[in-house]
């Protein structure tokens, strides 16, 4: 089945040419206008794969779109996670000098590059278990 989703367009092309060819060869038998009929199947067909094809790319406009937002519902979380870390660390060394260590805040700030530089669909999808489990 994967593979026939993933190959959809070439298999609706040819069941497209089938069904002109067909209708060709049973327009010849039945004794009436076969290029009138075949050119009128063309277009159905013709119609009906653009139907297909804008329904096909509105759904993945969605998934897209989707992906989108819970990539960018994921960022934000990490990163204001770690801006108040920051921020905390920030205050406290501002009220208490060498308070908080540097490198935690060097740590901080790096795990916000590491998360994205490591976005991918398995670190999208670990968040969202994460996040639905709590």
Do not use: C
Not at 23 to 31: E, F, H, P
Not at 40 to 54: E, N, P, Q, R
Not at 92 to 112: C, Q, R
């Amino acid at each position: 089945m994967n593979r026939l989703l993933k190959n959809m367009e070439l298999h609706l092309t040819f069941v497209g040419l089938l069904a002109i060819l067909a209708s060709g060869v049973v327009s010849q038998n039945l004794d009436t206008d076969t290029w009138k009929v075949t050119a009128i199947t063309a277009t159905t067909v013709g119609i009906i794969h653009g139907i297909i094809f804008w329904l096909v790319r509105r759904r993945q406009r969605r998934v897209r779109h989707a992906a989108i937002e819970s990539v960018k519902a994921m960022l934000k979380d990490v990163v204001n996670n770690q801006l108040a870390i920051i921020r905390l660390a920030n205050d406290l060394n501002a009220n208490k000098p060498g308070t908080i260590d540097p490198t935690k805040i060097d740590n901080s700030i790096e795990a916000i590059k590491s998360a994205v530089e490591s976005l991918s669909n398995e670190s999208l999808q670990l968040w969202q278990e994460r996040y639905d489990r709590s």
